[in-house]
């Protein structure tokens, strides 16, 4: 019953330095996103992947890449990390993007430190 | 410019009384309204929601208010227990999961 899995759990990275999140569901969802939360901003969505095979930007997609490796599981690469991407990372997933109904279910989180 | 706006940062209630969660929202296509409630170290776990043909929704001890000339929302949840505290966040959509907007969120402490 994992639902939304995300790893690592923390990382602290030096400015300058790439990392990949790791995302994966086993909700057989078709829908997947990357989205960051900054404190007083609430959550702010990077990139999205609607169903395999595709990806598009969000609101804040600059300094990050996104892949959509296979139907569960959606990484997050920073290649040049920078102070200003220091924040917690929630992975999410819906059975589609459109529809009333639609609802997220997010992962537990990655924060993220860059110094 | 923040569409959807959450303006208390903090609530703290009585264990048994009212919580009452404010939302207000700027854009008048969203038609679609949603809240998370989020634990520390753990994801937003989905609430409650409402569509925009709708003006109440209810679910339990949560009930969710829209009032599209105003265009504000709002969680009620009676009665408030321990386990309520949390962060609040509302969310709004102009179709679609991914135009989803997030507000700020609202640290809801219950007190006993």
């Known amino acids: 019953n994992a639902g939304v899995t995300q790893t690592p759990k923390f990382q602290v990275l030096k400015t300058g330095q790439s990392m990949t999140l790791q995302c994966a569901q086993d909700m057989n969802h078709n829908s997947m996103y990357w989205y960051r939360q900054d404190p007083g901003m609430g959550l702010r969505l990077i990139y999205y992947?609607?169903?395999?095979?595709?990806?598009d930007k969000g609101e804040v997609p600059n300094g990050y890449n996104v892949s959509r490796l296979n139907k569960r599981e959606f990484s997050l690469r920073l290649e040049s990390a920078a102070p200003s991407q220091t924040s917690v990372y929630f992975c999410a997933s819906s059975e589609w993007t459109f529809g009333e109904n639609e609802k997220l279910f997010f992962g537990s989180g990655t924060q993220l430190s860059v110094l | 410019d923040q569409q959807v706006k959450q303006n208390s940062p903090s609530l703290s209630v009585q264990e048994g009384r009212i919580s009452i969660l404010n939302c207000d929202y700027t854009n008048s296509m969203f038609d679609y309204f949603l809240w998370y409630k989020k634990y520390p170290a753990e994801g937003p776990t989905f609430l409650i929601s409402?569509?925009?043909?709708?003006d109440k929704n209810e679910d339990g001890r949560f009930t969710v208010f829209l009032n599209k000339s105003a265009k504000h929302l709002s969680l009620h949840i009676v009665p408030s227990q321990p386990g309520d505290s949390a962060v609040y966040f509302c969310a709004a959509s102009a179709g679609g999961a991914q135009k989803l907007v997030f507000g700020q969120g609202t640290r809801l402490t219950i007190n006993p």
């Open positions: 409402i569509s925009s043909i709708k």
């Open positions: 992947s609607a169903s395999e095979g595709t990806t």
